[in-house]
T-cell receptor
Framework: GENVEQHPSTLSVQEGDSAVIKCTYS??????FPWYKQELGKGPQLIID???NVGEKKDQRIAVTLNKTAKHFSLHITETQPEDSAVYFC????????????WGAGTKLIIKP | DTGVSQDPRHKITKRGQNVTFRCDPI?????LYWYRQTLGQGPEFLTY????????KSRLLSDRFSAERPKGSFSTLEIQRTEQGDSAMYLC?????????FGEGSRLTVL
């Protein structure tokens, strides 16, 4: 079955620096790749997503890149701020599978002041 | 609409007791999902409804777990004869297409 691996498990960066989180997936048929942010005591919240017909997508300080050949995708956060501290999850799915997502294990992002 | 709401937020129970969680999705969303999340892990899919029909169930969902969405609006997730391994956060999400909107979860602790 589909498997999603996410690295690193913890990432600590200085405020204002960039953060990069990487995920790999196993099933080449996956075609939808969302990223979720989860703050303590809250449910995950979608921050950006990408479909397999697109190589890169950007939304202000957040960008996602997708390499279909290598089956990996990455989240890039620039000019990090304290409020970016959270756990970030990548996921993968088939758009035809009722969006049944397979999740990575998460990355705890710590922004140091 | 205030988003997806879940009740209760926290539940402590003794092993062997039954518990029920409720999820009220965003009103216009026809799709509803239940996930389970343990500490340090991503959410694990449990089951999915489209309107009132339960269309998918994970192999993780043992016969002690049952979910309903009787009128295609709110949903309940019942766990019978709870075990310590059932301790987790139970997340509900809804969608109309694509993006999942999650509630804040119901945390279950089984003593």
């Amino acid at each position: 079955g589909e498997n999603v691996e996410q690295h690193p498990s913890t990432l600590s960066v200085q405020e204002g620096d960039s953060a990069v989180i990487k995920c790999t997936y196993s099933d080449s048929a996956s075609n939808y790749f969302p990223w979720y942010k989860q703050e303590l005591g809250k449910g995950p919240q979608l921050i950006i997503d990408i479909r397999s017909n697109v190589g890169e997508k950007k939304d202000q300080r957040i960008a996602v890149t997708l390499n279909k050949t290598a089956k990996h995708f990455s989240l890039h956060i620039t000019e990090t701020q304290p409020e970016d501290s959270a756990v970030y999850f990548c996921a993968a799915s088939f758009m035809d599978s009722n969006y049944q997502l397979i999740w990575g294990a998460g990355t705890k992002l710590i922004i140091k002041p | 609409d205030t988003g997806v709401s879940q009740d209760p937020r926290h539940k402590i129970t003794k092993r062997g007791q039954n518990v029920t969680f409720r999820c009220d999705p965003i009103s216009e969303h026809n799709r509803l999902y239940w996930y389970r999340q343990t500490l340090g892990q991503g959410p694990e899919f449990l089951t999915y409804f489209q309107n009132e029909a339960q269309l998918e169930k994970s192999r993780l969902l043992s016969d002690r777990f049952s979910a309903e969405r009787p009128k295609g609006s709110f949903s309940t997730l019942e766990i019978q004869r709870t075990e310590q391994g059932d301790s987790a956060m139970y997340l509900c999400a809804s969608s109309s297409s694509g993006e999942l909107f999650f509630g804040e979860g119901s945390r279950l602790t089984v003593l």
